[in-house]
């Protein structure tokens, strides 16, 4: 399975655009980039996934590369309540692997006044 | 529009004592699974269910009972509580194993004495 390689930190002015990277260089053609966030003691929260187009919902958008070897995850109005760890992973579309999640250390993403 | 719900919240085990952890979702996701979380590990997958009747282990499966009986409810037994499976387990649900997003519950911290 791909790797995920993520800041372990950032901070963020509240209004203005947060801007998260990620490298997945070992991507491969049937993996998708899916990002969540977990607030402290919550549950993992879905964000937004995409295989090889730009993607947008009402949370985020979703730039990757050309090549698929990284991604960017934008929060278009950073606030207060967006604080959290922000995980970037690939996930297998396999009968066999739709629940295996690698999880890596993530970047933890502090909004401040 | 409850999602995922999970019961109880926080649980204190004596070692071998016996317990079940409650799941249940109202999506109609015929796709369910546990986790657990520690720290520095990621999410580690236990049991999963692609539908009632069915289930199968996952990374870390030891200690762990899973039964399926309806769509809604996938509960998590413990059969003899070790110290070790002191954790934070989560339980998803996902529409199908193929381009849909996983959806977690808020988690239940179990401490084993």
Redesign the interface.
Same mark, same amino acid.
């Given at each position: 399975d791909a790797k995920t390689t993520q800041p372990p930190s950032m901070d963020c002015a509240e209004g203005r655009a947060a801007n998260l990277p990620c490298n997945h260089s070992t991507i491969s053609g049937n993996e998708y980039v899916y990002w969540y966030r977990q607030i402290h003691s919550q549950g993992p929260q879905y964000i937004i996934h995409g295989l090889k187009n730009n993607e947008t919902n009402e949370m985020a958008s979703l730039i990757i590369t050309e090549d698929r070897k990284s991604s960017t995850l934008i929060l278009p109005h950073a606030t207060l309540r967006d604080t959290a760890v922000y995980y970037c992973i690939v996930r297998p579309m396999t009968t066999d692997s739709w629940g295996k999640l690698q999880f890596g250390a993530g970047t933890q993403v502090v909004v401040t006044p | 529009n409850a999602g995922?719900t999970?019961t109880p919240k926080f649980q204190v085990l004596k070692t071998g004592q016996s317990m079940t952890l409650q799941c249940a979702q109202d999506m109609n996701h015929e &796709?369910m699974?546990w &986790?657990r979380q520690d720290p520095g590990m990621? !999410?580690r997958?236990i049991h &999963?269910s692609v539908g009632a009747g069915i289930t199968d282990q996952?990374?870390v499966p030891n200690g762990y009972n899973v039964s399926r009986s309806t769509t809604e409810d996938f509960p998590l037994r413990l059969l003899s509580a070790a110290p070790s499976q002191t954790s934070v387990y989560?339980c998803?649900s996902?529409k199908?194993?193929?381009?849909s997003? !996983?959806?977690?519950?808020?988690?239940t911290?179990l401490t084993v004495t």
């Open positions: - | 995922v999970q &796709y699974s &986790y990621g !999410l997958l &999963y996952g990374e989560f998803a996902t199908n194993g193929f381009n997003p !996983l959806h977690f519950g808020n988690g911290r």
